[in-house]
Every structure is written in C-alpha cells, then in structure tokens.
C-alpha cells in the first residue's frame, strides 16, 4: 500500500475539485472516480480497476446533496449515500486503505448551541438520515472489521464552484442576472464554513490512526440570510434590492453553530478564513 496514492470519490464535484487541486498540490497521485466518468457507487464492481493500485486513502465525497431533492426522490439518497458508502467501505476492507469520509449536518434543531459532538443526533430530512445511516455502518466496519475510519461532519461549506442551487452562489447569480434578489426566507441562521477551512480538515485526517474517529468542522460562528445579503452588498459597495417570500423550508432549523474544539485538539485544525473574507474571494473567483 502506497500512502501516497489517494482515490477520491465524487472527485468532480464541489468539494473534490477542490479536493483533488490540493492533493495533486502536494504531491499525491490521485485516481479519480466520479459518475461523470462512468463510475457507479453502488457497485462493486465500479471499484475493480482500482484494487491493485496501493491506494493509501480514500476520500469519500460521492453522493447525493440537495436537501429539497431528498424529499421527492428519498430512495435514491438512501441508496446512493448509504448503500454506496458501504461498497466503499468493503473496497476499503479489502485494499487495507483508510477512509475519510465527509457526512453532513445530522443533528437537527440544537438543543444547545455550539454544537459538538456529543449532541444528539435528529436528522430532520432523508439526506441527513441516509448520512447518519452511513456513519453508523462507517463505525462497524471500524470497529468489527478493522478499517480505519475518520468521519467529517461538515455545516455550511462555500466557496467558487459550488452549484447555484445552494444559498450563496444562488444570491450571486441573481445578482448578476436580474440586479436584485429574492430568497424563500431571510431568518434562519447557519454557521458557513469556506472550501479552503474544509480541505485543510481533509488533508489532516488522513492521520488517522485509530480505528473509529468523528469530527465537526465548522466555522464557530453563524450568518441569518439577511446578514448574508447586507455583506454581499457592502462588497459590491451598493444597495441591491431584496426581498423574502417568507416561505420556510419543510422541518426548517433555527440556527447551527459548530464546536470545533475536538478537531481542533486532536488534529490541530481551526478555520482561518473568516466568512467575509470567503465572500470576497468567492465573488472574486467569478
């Protein structure tokens, strides 16, 4: 097994993009897999040309994302974010490779804020759930059949790329396209996390060298949409007219604000860009 051999699933998307760039950046050979080259993550046999190639680590980003999506099609998350997890996870068995694997916000309305890991789990839609599904199958094959596992629970990312059916990219495009904007609802608040802040977190937990660890990764700090749309303005150093429908989403949660510490003390990560700061550079990258 050669550790620096990196396989990364849903290479092409979002976050892998951005993932790959960094790997390849430092000096990692990576082997891409992605829908988009034909590669299915729900079977096994999509994994074959890549069992004798001494993957150190893989990443496992692949899968399906847009919560409102999850509602009309729950069978299709289900099988992709869970099912395809564990056919990752069987690769992993028998390569000997370690897994990063990137979930999502499971927690559902907090009962405290900041949130850490030790928060109860309450998936509030079949995204988060088929995400909480494939942890817990993460942790079995961690703990009963020896794969080394470190889990990543990311809040908001952002950053140049992402798709603009997500909040930010969406109020940029609106601004570009129509001069104004017009958003479902202007209260709830989320704690947004720039790419960058989130492939440091990555490249740290090919560390891992324990059977089973889980980790948030968020920014401490938490934005309304209204907050969003006044530091998107005063980038552009003009009033841009908005307004919201007032329209809140099926199981809506109030607010989110990651605790970072247990990453923090077992990989030494915390963010280092500030949310104004990714706003500037997201807007910057066109």
Known sequence: MNKKKI??????GFIGKHLVSALKGRGFSVYKFDKSQGYDICRKDSFSSFLDKKIGTVFHLAGKTYVPDSWDQADVFYKVNTLGTQQVLEF?????AKLVYLSAYVYGAAQYLPIDENHAVDPSNPYSHSKLLAEQICRLYAEVMGVRVTVLRPFNIFGPGQRDCFLIPMILKQIREQGRITVKDSAPRRDYLYIDDLIDACLLAMKNLKGYRLFNVGSGAAFSVEEIIEIICRHYKRDIPWKSLKQARKNEIPETVA???????????????NFKDGIKMTIEAG
Do not use: A, Q
């Open 259 to 273: 605790n970072y510490r247990l990453i923090n003390c077992e990989l030494k990560w915390k963010p280092k860009i």
């Open 92 to 96: 992993c068995k028998e390569t000997k």
């Open 7 to 12: 396989l990364v699933t849903g290479s092409d």
